[in-house]
């Protein structure tokens, strides 16, 4: 792990890594049961990342976390991430949702030295989830996700950085192996991302190649393949929930660019965090 400090301010770094934390440890049951409106909570989770997918420097953060769950009937916060529904039925949801990538120094990053460091980023677009299978006790459901993404640079002057687009089945288990409360979700399927997105990451213009980093223009397309398992369980006043996640880029459109170290990926990361309040007022919800 290269542990350069990062020239970049902390606030905006840490909050792009919360939404990735918020996100990649999501591992929802499917009981419904009667819950609290909204819980409010607070935690620490440790995290391992490379810089960018394709980068062969990887680093280690230390965060809080915050545990923030809210169960209304058209904006949700939980465990599935950040979205609000805008259409529902018992085979059908479509909402938006939210993901996030992290600020990368260039002065840290051998293969990106002397380019312009990347900003952090986020994702925002409409999902369509489509159950394919559920268990009829509810505790095991199987579906199809269908997220489009539109990506923009979190800095003074914004702009917009392609879209993306991550189908992937997903498969949630609750009471895992008989063991009570604790959650298990698996995905896995493939990205794709326009030419901006991939030019962002990937490109080298004219002006900063050199003789071990030629020229290159990152085309749009296959982006690789993602496969990630979550693990959670909420116990009586805390939570605590683990992550690995596994990108291979073999034959992506941009895998030959002298950006990309190694084609494969790896993410991993656990937190916990105490519950510091909760609504009154309860909910029927699946959890």
């Known amino acids: 792990m290269n542990d350069t400090p990062q020239r970049r301010p902390f606030g905006a770094r840490a909050a792009s890594i919360v939404v990735l934390v918020l996100g990649v440890l999501a591992t929802p049951a499917v009981e419904a049961r009667d819950l609290p409106l909204w819980e409010l909570g607070l935690g620490v989770g440790g995290l391992w990342f490379p810089d960018y997918r394709g980068s062969d420097e990887t680093r280690g953060w230390l965060l809080p ?41 260039s002065d840290s990053n051998d293969a990106r030295s002397g380019m312009p460091d990347l ?54 288990i609750a009471d895992i192996a008989g063991q009570s409360g604790w959650n298990l979700g698996l995905l896995a399927g493939p990205i794709y991302a326009t030419h901006r997105q991939h030019d962002y990451f990937y ?7 050199s003789a071990n980093r030629p ?26 929930g683990g992550f690995a996640r596994y990108d291979t880029l073999k034959s992506a459109a941009f895998e030959d660019s002298p950006l990309v170290r190694r084609n494969n990926a790896v993410f991993a990361g656990v937190a916990i965090a105490w519950i510091l309040g909760e609504s009154s007022t309860r909910v029927n919800a699946d959890e």
């Open 65 to 105: 976390v915050p545990y923030v769950v809210y169960r209304g009937e058209f904006f949700k916060a939980d465990r599935n991430g950040i979205r609000g529904m805008l259409f529902n039925t018992d085979r059908l949801d479509l909402n938006f949702s939210v993901n996030a990538s992290q600020p990368v120094s």
């Open 119 to 172: 900003k952090p980023s986020i994702e925002i677009g409409p999902s369509l989830d489509i159950t394919l299978w559920r268990a009829n006790d509810r505790r095991t459901r199987l579906d199809l996700r269908l997220p489009v993404r539109a990506a923009v640079s979190i800095e003074s002057n914004p702009r917009s950085l392609g879209w993306i687009a991550s189908p992937r089945i997903n498969l949630d």
């Open 203 to 209: 490109s080298v213009s004219p002006a900063f190649a």
């Open 215 to 240: 020229a290159y223009s990152a085309p749009g397309g296959y982006s690789g393949t993602q496969f990630l398992a979550a693990l959670s369980k909420r116990f009586p006043g805390y939570w605590v």
